[in-house]
């Protein structure tokens, strides 16, 4: 084993004892690392040159779209910052080497109005077609699995994740535990919402007894996102919707639509579980429908006083 490969080794065990971190992140820091590893391996580099570092981020560039050069980079840096504070190198050679770099402004990829009726009437129809006590059980867990994404913008990991007594129909309300650990609480205020989550929980009462999670699959372990992509995928599919329908933009749609009707921004923020206002201005962009609405009603050229223009 190389010097490289039994640091990066002890470092995701520091992760995963000390700061606590989640399978999903070790996994995306051991794929970043070992990719750099076997880079600098190749390329018969140092670890500890500023050099090889630069070369790989250049293949990086070369090679990879920005998020993902952005992503590796991070995991990088993250990785030298333990080395220098565990004292295993002298000099973090990532000091004086610049890595920033702009990456491309892209908007969020929403659920039109319409695309989301045409979903919410396919969720709702297989309840209606159902034929056995287990179509109906599968039918009502999708309802409300969608129901609570679109109503809160929960991430697909938080609403995977949700513990059993964080969720409180009785006052309206469920605790989620969100990136670092955050927590925050959201308020249920929909009667769909809510009506969708006490069937469900009807329903699955003794599978959710048994468990410390509230969303349960068919053997009784908490549910996938997997589970809920392909679960999105296949009523997209049964209701004829062309456009890819993700998780996440049933999160996105929760935010642009908020801002679209002038919600506060900050309070958009505060629901979201975002830790910077920066990230959550993303949704601020105006959508075509309402740009044009407003500059048909309120264009400042309708001020001007034609009559005493020349």
Known sequence: ???LTKLIEEYLQYCQARKGLDTKTIRAYRA???????YVESQNGDF?????????????HSEKAP??????IASIRAFYHYLTYMEEIAENPLYRLDLTFRLPQRLPRYIPNHVMNTFYQELYAQKEKANTPYQLKCAVRDIAVIELLFATGLRISELCGLK???VNLYDGEIRIHGKGDKERILQLTEKATISALAEYESLFQAEIRRSEYFFLNKYGHPLS??????????LAGAASISMHITPHMFRHSFATYLVNQDVDI???????GHSSIRTTEIYTHVDKAKQRNVLEAKNPRKLLDMENVR
Request: proline share 0%.
């Open 164 to 166: 059993r007594e964080a």
């Open 32 to 38: 970043d690392l070992r990719d750099f590893g076997l």
């Open 225 to 234: 996102d997997q589970s809920v992509r392909d679960m999105i995928n296949r």
């Open 48 to 60: 500890l040159k500023k050099e090889s570092i630069g070369n790989y981020v250049d293949f990086l």
């Open 1 to 3: 084993m190389s010097t």
């Open 67 to 72: 998020r993902t050069v952005r992503r590796k």
């Open 266 to 272: 900050r309070c958009i923020q505060e629901m979201l």
